[in-house]
């Protein structure tokens, strides 16, 4: 009797099992999370600003679509965004040559895309080779290619890629972060088409869609949402045997603009808020106990702002006034001068409420490993700006205003991004500046596209004010800023040959640093890049603003971190702590 009233619930569990061996494999290789913990259930609500472009991880650009896609996404090896080390991601180990030349990475077994189809070694070299095509423009060849020489991958088997470098990189086990394998099953068909940058269109069908990351699409509502649901087949777990991610859904809102993305969080509408401009900042500082929220001032980061100068060889029809500027601008003295007119400090307590770190060279102060803390401190001193303007031949009439040695007026324009406030009110802070010694200044703002279009093409503007943040502590994520051939060496890109000699030193001293192994010499050659550029200065530092975030009270493994994403970087350990928040539909 006792038998057969227990036969029914035996019967259910051992289903059950197998079940769950058939869909989890029984020997799969699950990346257990050392110390973590937390429960399953719930939805996070974050508001993005924008809507993204595309779900396609091969053309996304902007930052909206990148937010989407690397929620879904995984790559083999991964750049820990808290301790910046190199950890096991889809691959489990690998092994380096001698030489340095050759990786040979090893693939976790049962690894599965979100879609439930088999993921092995022919995804992997099918998401290189496209990477590697011209004809898809990826951002990611650059990073692959060594003096125009491509990487090369091959398949041992099932489970193993071979890569081979065609040249030494000291840290080429980093340049697997970021490149999210891709289905092959998926996407093949529209790679052979010529139609691979249109694939993944925000209209396509969840079902269309497939990555390794610890959530997949679940649907998309045009300017409203992006809802993604939990991955059941993400290859993580915590000690305890809980598959990741905790959560189930994670829900994208399109809030619009900085402003609203902060007022839905007041209101509770959205869980986490990422770098809320100071201003806000200090406004949800004033609610956060009434409202029920945390914020943390995570400090400096990895971002830096600066004023940099058109230093590019124009074209024909270029306005003949930028032409005429650039007679100033390609004195390295008259850079100095406006540099040394600009008063950093002001800009990090009146634009960013002290949230902010002054700099003093090109990298920012969140990147303690490889900042060059010999470099002279930055102070504004409008009285060695004029020393410098002196022995350059410049002058000033009567009025005040600066003449420069042919006795022309000196003037030009900023641009600044009319989306960025913060920004936009810093050029202004620096046209004051300037005008104390007697350079007139026009500040023009224009719309983000708008401004790049200039910078990048048309070369139609005097000087302008960006920002770059590296994606990783090493510098070889920024070669394409410093290198003079590289498409993001703003002030002159895409150079054939360095136009100057101090841009062929640092060419040299990057290409030798990124194949040499020891990191105290390739310290040592970073440091002289920063030198250089500071003694020429064609970008003039600025501020690096504060990576400031929140969440709402009951997040567990809330833990904000200085390189992006800087909030959502470890989301398949968020969790809630109660049934209040997360239970929210």
């Not at 029920?292 to 230093?311: D, I, K, M, T």
């Not at 401004?451 to 960006?466: C, M, P, S």
């Amino acid at each position: 009797m006792g038998a057969q009233r227990r036969e029914p619930r035996s019967i259910p569990a051992i289903a059950i099992l197998l079940f769950c061996r058939c869909l989890f494999g029984a020997s799969d290789d699950l990346l257990v999370v050392p110390g973590l913990t937390g429960h399953p259930g719930g939805r996070l609500v974050f508001a993005t600003r924008t809507e993204p472009k595309t779900l396609n991880p091969v053309t996304a650009v902007d930052a909206a679509s990148r937010e989407v896609i690397n929620r879904m996404d995984a790559d083999l090896i991964h750049i820990n965004r808290a301790s910046y080390r190199t950890e096991p991601a889809i691959a489990k180990s690998w092994t380096v040559s001698s030489s340095g030349l050759r990786y040979v990475l090893e693939l976790r077994h049962g690894l599965r895309f979100s879609d439930g189809h088999p993921c092995d070694a022919d995804d992997v070299v099918f998401t290189y080779q496209v990477h590697l095509d011209e004809k898809v423009h990826s951002g990611e060849r650059d990073l692959l290619t060594f003096d125009g020489k491509p990487i090369v991958v091959r398949k041992l088997d099932a489970l193993h890629v071979a890569f081979e470098l065609p040249s030494l990189n000291a840290v080429a086990e980093r340049l697997f972060d970021g490149i999210a394998i891709l289905p092959r099953h998926l996407l093949e068909q529209p790679y052979r088409d010529g139609k691979l940058t249109e694939a993944w269109g925000l209209r396509t069908s969840p079902s269309a869609i497939a990555g390794l990351g610890p959530f997949r699409l679940k649907e998309y509502l045009p300017g409203q949402r992006v809802v993604l649901e939990r991955n059941p087949y993400y290859w993580k777990t915590d000690p305890a045997g809980n598959r990741l991610p905790y959560l189930d859904e994670v829900d994208f809102v399109i809030a619009g603009t900085d402003d609203l993305q902060v007022l839905r969080f007041q209101a509770g509408e959205s869980d986490v808020i990422s770098r809320p401009s100071a201003k806000n900042y200090a406004a949800l500082e004033k609610q956060s106990e009434q409202k029920g929220y945390v914020l943390r001032n995570v400090g400096a980061g990895f971002e830096y702002n600066f004023l940099f100068f058109n230093l590019n060889d124009l074209p024909g029809n270029a306005p003949p006034q930028i032409a005429s500027h650039q007679s100033w601008f390609r004195r390295p003295g008259f850079r100095q001068a406006v540099s040394a007119a600009i008063d950093r400090e002001a800009l990090v307590r009146l634009v960013y409420l002290g949230y902010a770190t002054p700099l003093s060279g090109p990298v920012p102060p969140g990147n303690k490993l490889w900042l060059d803390t010999s470099l002279p401190h930055l102070v504004r001193s409008p009285a060695r700006a004029r020393e410098l303007l002196a022995a350059d031949g410049f002058h000033w009439s009567p009025d005040g205003a600066l003449m420069d040695p042919q006795g022309k007026r000196v003037e030009f324009s900023i641009l600044a991004s009319s989306g960025n406030p913060e920004r936009v009110q810093a050029a202004t802070f620096i046209q004051a500046d300037l005008q104390q010694i007697g350079i007139r200044v026009d500040l023009v703002p224009l719309e983000t596209r708008s401004l790049l279009d200039r910078v990048q093409r048309t070369h139609e503007y005097d000087t302008a004010i960006l920002s770059l943040a590296s994606s990783d502590a090493d510098p070889n994520v920024d070669m394409n800023v410093w290198l003079s051939s590289g498409g993001s060496h703003l002030w002159h890109p895409e150079q054939t040959s360095p136009a100057t000699p101090w841009e062929a030193e640092i060419d040299g001293l990057m290409r030798r640093q990124i194949v040499t192994r020891k990191y105290a010499d390739r310290k040592r050659m970073y440091d002289r890049v920063q030198e250089i550029l500071m003694q020429y200065l064609p970008l003039v530092p600025l501020v690096s603003p504060n990576v400031l975030a929140g969440a709402k009270k009951g997040l567990g493994n809330f833990r904000p971190a200085l390189l992006d994403h800087y909030t959502l970087w470890n989301i398949e350990e968020l969790y809630w702590l109660g049934p209040a928040a997360g239970a929210r539909k």
